[in-house]
C-alpha cells in the first residue's frame, strides 16, 4: 500500500486513435502499478469531474461555451492539435476535477498524484498544443477558493514551457511559476514565467539536475513560501522523444522526480503530481518514466516516515 491516493479514471484516456499524444498511456501507467504490485487496488481513487464553475474560474464563459457545444472555430480547432468530440470535454473536465482532488490530497498526506492532467498550454480563451482546459491552473483557484492554501508554486519540468501558466498567473503573486525546458521547442514565442529556465538542445543527465537544483533553489530563496507545489512531471525530456530535443536517461528523470520530492519535503511543503507531456518512440518508456515519479514520491515518503 503506497503512503498516499493516486486519482485515476478510466475515461482520462482521449481515445485519440493513432496520435502522437498516446493517451491511453494513463491505463497503461495504472494497470503497470497494479501488475508490479507497486500499488494495491485500494491506493486508487476516482475523481469527479470539475464543474464548470470550477473551470470559469480560470477560462472565460466564452471558452468554456464553445467547448460544451462544439462551437469551435477551425483555426480554434488546429491550435488544439487534438480531434474535438464530446468525449474528449468530458475528459479534459475529469482531469481537472482529478487535479482538484490530488491537491486536496496533498494538503492531508503530503503527496497527491493524479495519474492525467497536466495540460499547461490552454490560456482563458483558447487551448493549443493537445490542452483544452489548463487543469492545474483549475485547482489552484477552487482550492484558493475553498481556503484550503493561500499561495502555490507551480514546478513545471515538461520538456515545453508551461505557457499557459505563466499567461493565467502573469499578475498574480499568490502563485510562483517555476518552469524548466528546452529553449529551442513549442511554445514560439514563449510567455514568461516567474521563473525560466531555458535549456540548450541536447543538455543530458548532469546538465539538467544542476540546473533544477539551481532553480530550486533560486525558487525558495525568496519571500515567496508556497502552502502547495503543483508539480508537473513532463516524461518528454527523455532522450528518445519524438517531441523533446533533451538527452535525460530514465535514471536521470527518476533522480528529477527525486530532487522535487526531496525539496518539498524539506520544506515541508506538499506536492500535488501531475503526469504531463511523453511521446516516446516506444509509449513503454513513457510508462515507466511516469511509473518511476510515482515510485519516487513513494521513496521520499517512506524515508521520511522512517
Known amino acids: 500500500m503506497l503512503p498516499f491516493k493516486l486519482v485515476y479514471h478510466e475515461r482520462y484516456d482521449l481515445r ?15 494497470d503497470a502499478l497494479l501488475s508490479s504490485h507497486a500499488a494495491d487496488p485500494s491506493d486508487f481513487c476516482a475523481p469527479q469531474p470539475s464543474t464548470d464553475d470550477d473551470v470559469r474560474l480560470v477560462h472565460t464563459p466564452e471558452w468554456v461555451d464553445k467547448l460544451r457545444h462544439n462551437r469551435l472555430s477551425l483555426s480554434e480547432c488546429m491550435l488544439l492539435e487534438i480531434p474535438y468530440s464530446k468525449e474528449g470535454v468530458e475528459a479534459f473536465w475529469l482531469a481537472a476535477g482529478g487535479s482538484i482532488l490530488a491537491g486536496r490530497l496533498a494538503l492531508v498526506d503530503g503527496v497527491g498524484v493524479s495519474i492525467g492532467g497536466g495540460f499547461h498550454h490552454a490560456f482563458p480563451g483558447h487551448g493549443e498544443g493537445f490542452c483544452m482546459i489548463h487543469d492545474v491552473a483549475i485547482a489552484i483557484r477552487r482550492l484558493q477558493a475553498d481556503g484550503a492554501i493561500g499561495k502555490c508554486m507551480v514546478v513545471d519540468t515538461d520538456v515545453h514551457q508551461g505557457n499557459g501558466t505563466a499567461a493565467i498567473f502573469a499578475a498574480d503573486r499568490s502563485v510562483f511559476t517555476l518552469s524548466l525546458h528546452q529553449r529551442n521547442n513549442y511554445p514560439v514565442p514563449k510567455q514568461q514565467s516567474d521563473l525560466d529556465i531555458n535549456l540548450e538542445d541536447g543538455v543530458e543527465d548532469r546538465e539538467y539536475l544542476a540546473a533544477l537544483s539551481q532553480g530550486l533553489v533560486e525558487a525558495f530563496s525568496s519571500p515567496f513560501q508556497p502552502d502547495l507545489i503543483f508539480y508537473v512531471a513532463g516524461a518528454d525530456p527523455y532522450r528518445e522523444d519524438q517531441l523533446g530535443g533533451l538527452r535525460l536517461s530514465v535514471e536521470g528523470l527518476r533522480r528529477r522526480d527525486e530532487l522535487v520530492f526531496k525539496t518539498a519535503r524539506r520544506r515541508k511543503v506538499p506536492v500535488a503530481v501531475t503526469l504531463a507531456g511523453g511521446y516516446a518512440r516506444n509509449v513503454e518508456d513513457t510508462v515507466q518514466i511516469h511509473v518511476n515519479t510515482i515510485l519516487a514520491a513513494r521513496d521520499v515518503a517512506v524515508s521520511e516516515i522512517a
Open 16 to 30: 485519440l486513435g493513432p496520435h502522437v499524444f498516446p493517451s491511453q498511456k494513463y491505463r497503461l501507467v495504472h
